[in-house]
């Protein structure tokens, strides 16, 4: 009975251990911080105008306008509309997208072939890679939504893709004014992967298995309820194509976000403070992956805003 007894009791105890909630087994979940500067192509879905310009006596193509069509051709991208331009034609018929409505206008044959420089199909831009998961195949990047400067919108695409940059320049930071990084693509026939997803939470898509080189060590994803004031470290690259950590502070912790302080002086002495394109580096704090920057505080270079990495991932579908 004495030897039921404790075999009840220890099976008893086995039992409750696996229904106690909170207490598993299973493997913590990683990602690969990254920090590698990255370049951003996206081509739009149609031809955007980028700024009010005149094209008949009476008619005008305004900024944000989509052109579909020119004199019944379909113009999806630049070339298309170039072509077209090249058939003679008497009048022109401009079928466009406004506001969300399908509208036509006429135009002057000899006013709407000076409007090419006010028309684009692409926007481009740089960056700072978040992470990589190479269970699902997947990549975060930015930590916030891709708008384009000159339409000051997050224009639909057709497709994009982010590239592996280096860094030949820094435009430091100082209060009131941003800073930025001067980079260019090493190479455009090699992109690291594409983009599927472009929302406030950062840009999305499936990671090229092909571009291993540039992956570092998994690391465990930190839960926001771990997150502590004090110090922590973020990468990013802020000269070629290296990826570095520097030394930062976390000042504030809010819902979704906190606050940090770039305390590192070899980076101070660089940058000035957060850049305009190191939106997405990762933040690590304890040997835990936390979050990434996305944004500046304007006014105070030094300190800046980042991004749950929680809440990134999450919102990644």
């Known amino acids: 009975m004495g030897w039921n007894k404790s075999f009840k009791t220890l099976l008893a105890l086995i039992l409750m251990l696996c229904l106690v909630p909170g207490i598993s087994l ?9 920090g590698d500067s990255i370049g951003i192509q996206m081509d739009l879905s149609g031809i955007y105008v980028t700024s009010d310009v005149k094209v008949d006596s009476q008619e005008w193509l305004k900024k944000g306008d989509i052109i579909r069509q020119l004199n019944g051709t379909d113009t999806k991208q630049l070339v298309h509309f170039e072509r077209a331009l090249q058939k003679d034609s008497a009048t022109m018929k401009l079928d466009i997208l406004r506001n969300g409505k399908h509208e036509t206008i006429q135009a002057d ?35 916030h939504q891709i ?8 224009p ?26 001067i980079s260019s693509i090493i190479d455009q026939n090699k992109f690291l992967g594409n983009i599927q997803i472009n929302n406030v939470y950062g ?106 990495l929680e809440t990134m991932r999450t919102n990644e579908k």
Do not use: C
């Open 147 to 154: 708008i384009d400067s000159t339409l000051q919108s997050a």
């Open 109 to 143: 044959p000899s006013l709407i072939k000076h409007v090419t420089p006010f028309l684009k199909d692409r926007t481009e831009g740089t960056g700072t890679l978040t992470y990589v998961d190479p269970e699902s195949g997947t990549y975060g990047a930015l930590g």
């Open 156 to 181: 639909s695409f057709e497709k994009g893709a982010i590239y592996l940059s280096e860094i030949s320049q820094i435009k430091k930071s100082s209060p009131g004014i941003p800073g930025y990084k």
């Open 26 to 34: 299973a493997k913590e979940e990683t990602l690969i911080p990254m």
């Open 203 to 308: 840009i999305f898509g499936h990671w090229k298995n092909a571009y291993n080189k540039v992956l570092a060590e998994p690391l465990e994803i930190m839960q926001p309820f771990e997150l502590m004031i004090g110090p922590a470290e973020i990468y990013t690259t802020v000269e070629g194509s290296t990826v570095e950590k520097f030394a930062i502070q976390i000042t504030k912790i809010e819902e979704e976000q906190f606050q940090i302080l770039l305390t590192d002086q070899k980076l101070l002495s660089k940058t000035g403070g957060i850049l305009q394109g190191m939106s997405g580096s990762p933040v690590i704090q304890n040997g835990k992956f936390v979050g990434a920057i996305t944004h500046m505080f304007v006014d105070e270079p030094e300190k800046g805003a980042a991004l749950f």
